[in-house]
């Protein structure tokens, strides 16, 4: 199976601010990367696909990079509602497999 | 837009079978560029991958489970089926069922979660 280690697995920060997840996969995915958010009680929500893809409807301030093993999920501008948690998953190769998440508050 | 709504007992004994069933509404499970898949959360942990159907009714399973697990689609109801024989605990659960939309062209290929249900709780317990 591939391994994907998210860091970290939790951060607190302020509206506004920049956050930033990283992502590491045990073996090279190419860019078979996607991104959810999700919610307590919600059901979770595709914002990034193919590495670096916004999902239509998705807000800018939310962006995805990199390929190969070593990916970034970046929040540019922290706003309330996006306090969730966020997971990075790869479809490289069977079984999909996700991150362990990286819970985000805001401060 | 397509909506999934899983649904099924929420208390199954150990050893016994578990059956929850993911009602699609919006969309036909018939559509192609799409395969439907069941994902379970443990409480306090990760996203675990089950399995999925594609509308060919070719299958795969995670092989952590693939002894015991079985999905499976009905076209005339729309809806999506998972069984799990011989639960334990360990099988305690938030379960989803997905929509995963994928193509592949050139030799590079896309696919991704696009739609997900709220999940149903199971609970395994004497």
């Known amino acids: 199976d591939i391994q994907m280690t998210q860091s970290p697995s939790s951060l607190s920060a302020s509206v506004g601010d920049r956050v930033t997840i990283t992502c590491q996969a045990s073996?090279?995915?190419?860019?078979?990367l996607n991104w959810y958010q999700h919610k307590p009680g919600r059901a979770p929500k595709l914002l990034i696909y193919?590495?670096?893809i916004l999902e239509a409807g998705v807000p800018s301030r939310f962006s995805g990079s990199g390929s190969g093993t070593h990916f970034i999920f970046s929040i540019s501008s922290l706003q309330p509602e996006d306090s969730a948690t966020y997971y990075c998953q790869q479809y490289e190769n069977l079984p999909l497999t996700f991150g362990g998440g990286t819970k985000v508050e805001i401060k | 837009q397509v909506q999934l709504q899983e649904s099924g007992p929420g208390l199954v004994k150990p050893s016994q079978t578990l059956s929850l069933t993911c009602s699609v509404s919006g969309g036909s499970i018939s559509s192609g560029y799409y395969y439907w898949s069941w994902i379970r959360q443990p409480a306090g942990m990760g996203l675990e991958w089950i399995g999925r159907i594609f509308t060919s009714g070719e299958t795969n399973y995670n092989p952590s489970l693939r002894s015991r697990v079985s999905i499976s689609g009905d076209t005339s109801k729309n809806q999506l089926s998972l069984r799990l024989t011989s639960v334990t605990a360990a099988d305690t659960a938030l379960y989803y069922c997905?929509?995963?939309?994928?193509?592949?062209?050139?030799?590079?290929?896309?696919?991704?979660?696009?739609?997900w249900g709220q999940g149903t709780l199971v609970t395994v317990s004497s």
């Open positions: 997905s929509r995963g939309r994928h193509y592949c062209t050139g030799g590079v290929c896309s696919a991704a979660f696009d739609s």
């Open positions: 193919d590495a670096s």
């Open positions: 073996q090279d995915i190419r860019n078979y």
